[in-house]
């Protein structure tokens, strides 16, 4: 379950990660169950109505989370 926060923390965009070639995504029932779990989690966090903003680690994430889930840009701070 997601805890509800008012600012998350993002050290990796795991809907960017789905977009990724097969190849790169995991092989193994259990890499693949828990990579689903982790997308479920996110997706939950970025449509919380608690959500005030995220702090990225990097541009890249930060950009990834605008485009993969449509979070605004100006809500996103990057601390690398």
């Not at 995991?26 to 919380?48: C, D, G, H, I, W």
């Amino acid at each position: 379950a997601v805890w509800p926060v008012d600012v998350m923390v993002v050290q990796f965009c795991h809907a960017a990660f789905w977009k990724l070639p097969a190849q790169v995504r995991p092989s193994s029932l259990y890499q693949t169950a828990a990579a689903m779990a982790f997308l479920r989690e996110e997706k939950a966090a970025v449509r919380s109505k608690r959500l005030k903003g995220m702090i990225a680690v990097s541009k890249g994430v930060a950009e990834e989370m605008v485009r993969c889930h449509g979070y605004p840009a100006e809500r996103i701070k990057v601390v690398p």
